[in-house]
C-alpha cells in the first residue's frame, strides 16, 4: 500500500492547515490510520488516529483542536488542524496499521506555524 501525503505549508499562529492522506489500496475494516509527527531534535509522535468504522484517539494537547476523518470511498484520511501554535511546527506522517503487523508510511509533509 502506498500513502500519499499532502496539504502542509506555512501559516500563521492561530491558523487552519488540512493534511489529507489517500492510500493506494482499499483500508480494510481492521485497519487503523494515524497521523504522525516529527519535530527537530525530538521523536516521532503519534497525534491521531482513526479506525475504518470511524472510532477515533487524539494525543491530549490537539484534543479540541485537530479532527481526523476517513473518507472510506476514496480511501483517504484527513487531518483538519485548526487554531495552530508554533510548537506545532513539524513534518506530518501518515500511516496505515494493518494486522499482523504490517505498517505503512507516507512521505511526510511539513508543517510550519509562525508566531
Known amino acids: 500500500v502506498q500513502l500519499q501525503a499532502s496539504g502542509g505549508g506555512l501559516v500563521q499562529a492561530g491558523g487552519s492547515l488540512r493534511l489529507s492522506c489517500a492510500a493506494s489500496r482499499p483500508i480494510f475494516s481492521t485497519d487503523v490510520m494515524g497521523w504522525y509527527r516529527q519535530a527537530p531534535g525530538k521523536q516521532r509522535e503519534l497525534v491521531a488516529s482513526?479506525?475504518?468504522?470511524?472510532?477515533?484517539n487524539y494525543v491530549e494537547y490537539v484534543k479540541g483542536r485537530f479532527t481526523i476523518s476517513i473518507d472510506n470511498a476514496k480511501n483517504t484520511v484527513y487531518l483538519q488542524m485548526d487554531r495552530l501554535k508554533p510548537e506545532d511546527t513539524a513534518v506530518y506522517y501518515c500511516?496505515?496499521?494493518?494486522?499482523?503487523?504490517?505498517?505503512?508510511w507516507g512521505q511526510g509533509t511539513q508543517v510550519t506555524v509562525s508566531s
Open positions: 482513526i479506525e475504518r468504522g470511524g472510532s477515533t
Open positions: 500511516n496505515l496499521k494493518r494486522q499482523y503487523g504490517y505498517m505503512f
